[in-house]
């Protein structure tokens, strides 16, 4: 019984120690990783930039543009986790995310460039409207590993 008793102590407390060093990681994330929301609708970007600073995410900025996207990535030489709304990719875009790993398309299961899009960077890299504050930071999490 005290051995059973004492084994699933060790489960519970492996359970919360990934938990604790999961939210840690995304932490240490938060803190040095800028964040890029390009997005047409100024509300939308308004409202995924909450989403980010509640859970800790504050170096966060907008673009209108791919265009506009391209001039805050050069202007912050760092590495950048970018948002990006599907029918705003364009080819030299396209280049930009072919050599990066931190990206997600935001974009409607039902538009013909999001299809193309998510057979050249595979589906991983892909939320369709609506979504959740939990599960932007889930998709965040996954691909930042």
């Known amino acids: 019984m005290l051995g059973l008793l004492a084994l699933k ?6 359970r919360w120690s990934s938990h604790v060093i999961d939210r ?3 932490l ?3 803190l040095a990783t800028p964040f890029l929301i390009c997005n047409q609708n100024e509300d939308f970007r308004f409202l995924v930039r909450e989403m980010l600073t509640k859970h800790g995410f504050f ?3 907008e ?5 506009e996207l391209m001039d805050l990535m050069a202007k912050e030489k760092k590495s950048h986790f970018i948002l990006i709304q599907g029918n705003l990719i364009n080819e030299g ?7 990066k790993n931190d990206f ?5 299961p039902e538009d013909e460039t999001a299809l ?16 959740s504050s939990q599960n932007l930071l889930d998709k965040i999490q996954q691909i930042s590993q």
Request: charged share 5%; hydrophobic share 65%.
């Open 116 to 131: 193309s899009l998510a057979a050249r960077f595979g589906v991983k890299r892909f939320m369709s409207f609506p979504f």
């Open 104 to 108: 997600i398309i935001l974009a409607q």
């Open 24 to 26: 840690l990681l995304l």
């Open 93 to 99: 875009m396209i280049t930009v995310l072919l050599n």
């Open 63 to 67: 673009a209108s543009s791919a265009a």
């Open 9 to 14: 102590f060790i489960f519970q407390w492996l």
């Open 59 to 61: 170096h966060v900025l």
């Open 28 to 30: 240490s994330m938060n």
